[in-house]
C-alpha cells in the first residue's frame, strides 16, 4: 500500500513542476519551473533551479519517502513547508516582487483595451465576450494580496493543497502537533515579513500628507522618498513622484524629474498628448531605474491611447506611426502591436501585418487575442493570394474561439 504512494506522487511532482503557477492575462503563462524565487525578469522566462514549482517537486518526493518508511515527523515538515511555498508565491505576486505586478497589472490594462478595440474596430464576431474584472484594484495591501489570489493558478493550488494533506497525514492521531502550530506560526511570519514594507510606506505617505499640509513641504518629500524606498511597487507609480514634483513647483524647483512627472501630468499639458509624451520620454532619459523604465511605460500606454483615437477617425497610418513609436518605448508590450496587426492591414501593407502578426502570436496566450489575430493573419494571407494557408488560419482561429466566431466561419467559406 506504501509503495502505491508514488502513483500519487509522481504525477504530483510532474503538476508542481510544469503546471501554470501565474496568470498572465496576454503572454504565456508562468509555470513552476520557470517561477523563480527571487525576482521576476520578464525578458528571463526559462527553467530556473531555484524555482517554486522544482522546490515542491522535490518537497513532494521527500513527503513520499517519509510517508513509505513511516517518518511521520518529516512528512510534517515536508507539508508544513509545501503550504508556506504555495502562500509565499502569494505574498510575493502581491507585495515582494515590483516588477511581476507591474507586468501582471499592465497586461490586465491591456486586455481590457484588447478587448475594446476588437469589439469597434475587428469584423464582427457574433459570439459573447467572456466577462473579465473592469479593474483589479491595487490601492491597498489587501488589494494586492487579493490581487496575488487572482493571478495564483493551478500549480499553486495544487502545491498548498499537497502541503496539507502531507500535514493532515503526518500529525494523523495527534502526532507532531507542534509542526501544525509551527506551521501556522511560519505562515504569519510569511504574511507579516511581506506586508510590513508597504503599511510602513502607507504610514509614510500619510505622515508626509500631514507633513505638507502644516507647511513642512521639505520633512513631506523627504517621508515621501522613504516610502518610495520601502515599497516596490509604490516607486512604480507616479502618484508620489508627482506629489514631489508639485512640491517642488510650489518652491521654485521647476526642474527637477518629479516637477516635469507633475507638469507632464497635468490636465493642461494632457489636453496635448504630444506634448505630454514629449515630456515624458525626455524624462525617462534623464531618471534612474525603476523611474525610468515606468515613464517610458506610461509614454508608450498615451501612444496607444493616441493610436486608438486615431483609427477611430480613419487616420490609419498616424495610429501605425503611434504604435510604432510605442513599441519602440516598450518592447514587450502587447497592444501597440495587436493594433498594428489590423492597422497594416487597413493601409494595403498585408506584408507588414503578416509579420507583426506572427511575432505578437508568439508571444501571446489569451484565446481571445490569439483567436482575432489568426483571424487578422487570414485576411492578409488572402490578399497575399496564400489561399491555403489563410484557410489554415482561419481554421485556427475558429478552434481556438468557436463560441459563434462567424468572423472565421465566413472566411473559411471563401476561396
Request: glycine share 8%; proline share 5%.
Amino acid at each position: 500500500m506504501k509503495n502505491l504512494v508514488w502513483l500519487v506522487a509522481l504525477p504530483a511532482m510532474g503538476g508542481a513542476l510544469f503546471s501554470k503557477w501565474l496568470n498572465f492575462p496576454l503572454t504565456r503563462q508562468l509555470r513552476g519551473g520557470q517561477f523563480p524565487l527571487l525576482t521576476y525578469a520578464p525578458d528571463a522566462v526559462h527553467f530556473h533551479a531555484l524555482s517554486f514549482g522544482l522546490i515542491a517537486a522535490l518537497l513532494c518526493a521527500l513527503g513520499a519517502f517519509a510517508f513509505v518508511f513511516g517518518k511521520h515527523r518529516a512528512l510534517s515538515l515536508a507539508g508544513a513547508a509545501l503550504v508556506w511555498l504555495a502562500v509565499f508565491a502569494i505574498v510575493k505576486v502581491a507585495a515582494l516582487d515590483a516588477p511581476l505586478l507591474a507586468t501582471l497589472a499592465s497586461e490586465l490594462d491591456q486586455q481590457q483595451s484588447a478587448t475594446t478595440f476588437a469589439q469597434a474596430a475587428l469584423p464582427l464576431n457574433a459570439g459573447e465576450p467572456p466577462s473579465l474584472w473592469p479593474r483589479v484594484p491595487l490601492d491597498t495591501i489587501g488589494d494586492r494580496l487579493l490581487a496575488g489570489f487572482y493571478f495564483a493558478r493551478f500549480g499553486c493550488w495544487l502545491t498548498l493543497l499537497l502541503g496539507g494533506v502531507a500535514l493532515a497525514i503526518g500529525t494523523q492521531g495527534g502526532r507532531h502537533l507542534r509542526i501544525v502550530w509551527a506551521t501556522a506560526g511560519g505562515l504569519g511570519i510569511i504574511i507579516v515579513a511581506g506586508v510590513t514594507g508597504p503599511i510602513l510606506s502607507h504610514l509614510l505617505i500619510e505622515r508626509g500628507q500631514l507633513a505638507e499640509a502644516r507647511g513642512a513641504p521639505d520633512t513631506a518629500i523627504a517621508l515621501y522618498r522613504r516610502a518610495l524606498a520601502l515599497d516596490g511597487w509604490a516607486a512604480r507609480q507616479l502618484t508620489l513622484y508627482e506629489r514631489i514634483g508639485s512640491i517642488d513647483t510650489r518652491c521654485g524647483r521647476s526642474h527637477t524629474i518629479e516637477a516635469g512627472i507633475h507638469h507632464a501630468g497635468l490636465p493642461s499639458t494632457q489636453i496635448d498628448p504630444a506634448k505630454s509624451i514629449a515630456e515624458l520620454t525626455a524624462l525617462s532619459r534623464r531618471a534612474s531605474e525603476p523611474l525610468a523604465g515606468v515613464l517610458r511605460r506610461r509614454a508608450a500606454d498615451l501612444l496607444a491611447q493616441q493610436a486608438r483615437s486615431l483609427h477611430a477617425s480613419a487616420a490609419y497610418s498616424g495610429a501605425i506611426a503611434a504604435s510604432r513609436a510605442a513599441l519602440r518605448l516598450d518592447p514587450a508590450a502587447i497592444l501597440p502591436a495587436y493594433y498594428l496587426s489590423r492597422e497594416y492591414y487597413l493601409i494595403g501593407a498585408y506584408r507588414d501585418s503578416l509579420e507583426i502578426t506572427e511575432l505578437t502570436l508568439a508571444r501571446v496566450d489569451d484565446p481571445i487575442v490569439r483567436a482575432n489575430l489568426f483571424a487578422n493573419l487570414g485576411d492578409a494571407q488572402t490578399r497575399l493570394g496564400a489561399f491555403q494557408e489563410a484557410k489554415l488560419a482561419y481554421r485556427r482561429s475558429y478552434r481556438i474561439d468557436y463560441l459563434r466566431n462567424l468572423r472565421a466561419l465566413s472566411a473559411l467559406n471563401g476561396p
